[in-house]
Structure formats: C-alpha cells, structure tokens
C-alpha cells in the first residue's frame, strides 16, 4: 500500500541508520520499538541499517553523529536526524517527517 504522505509508491523505501553506542540489552530494545513503531506507521516500506559507533567510527563520523541513540533517515529527501529519546512514537513519527505532525488521524485520512 503507498503511503501519499511520504510520497511512497508500492516500491519505494524509507532509509534509516540508527547509530548506538554497543549492541547492550537497552540498545536492543530500542530498535524493537523503533521496528515496532515503523511496522504500525509504514508497514515493510522502510530500511533500518543499525550502527554501532565503536565498531563503526568511520560511519558516525561520515554523518557527524555527535551523541547516540542517532536515527537518519536519509531517504526521501531531505535527510532528518532525531537524537535522544526514540521511545515515543509521536515524537519519532514526527521527527522523520512520516505524517507531517506525527499524528495518527492525518495518515487514517
């Protein structure tokens, strides 16, 4: 299903790095809420490259990433970064600019 807002069609994609400090247990959690939070908003119409930045220095430094957590989203353009808390799905729907406001109500119609 495209998702207009977005200005997905069936076969585009969202890009997504996350960049975290260590795979820990907490860092683990936070991408299965990401992944949970993207799957309820976007369905499979996305890809979430996650990083850690002690194995991945070049990377983090590549895309000036100065604190983590760190989500990109890279593609569409243009690129939009979130730092810090990505636990709340308004915020984080929000931040990456998937439904303008992040709110629910815009995507249902």
Not at 38 to 49: F, G, K, M, P, S
Request: glycine share 8%.
């Amino acid at each position: 299903m495209p998702h207009p807002l977005l200005g997905l069609g069936e076969t585009d994609r969202v890009k997504l790095k996350l960049y975290v400090t260590g795979m820990t247990p907490t860092a683990r959690n936070l991408v299965d809420r990401l992944r949970a939070i993207l799957e309820e908003a976007i369905e499979d119409h996305y890809d979430l490259e996650v990083l850690d930045v002690l194995e991945h220095p070049e990377s983090a430094y590549d895309d000036m990433i100065l604190a983590t957590p760190t989500l990109i989203r890279s593609l569409p353009p243009p690129v939009r970064k979130l730092v810090g808390d990505l636990s709340d799905q308004e915020r984080v729907l929000a931040g990456l600019e998937i439904f303008g406001t992040g709110n629910r109500a815009e995507k249902d119609g």
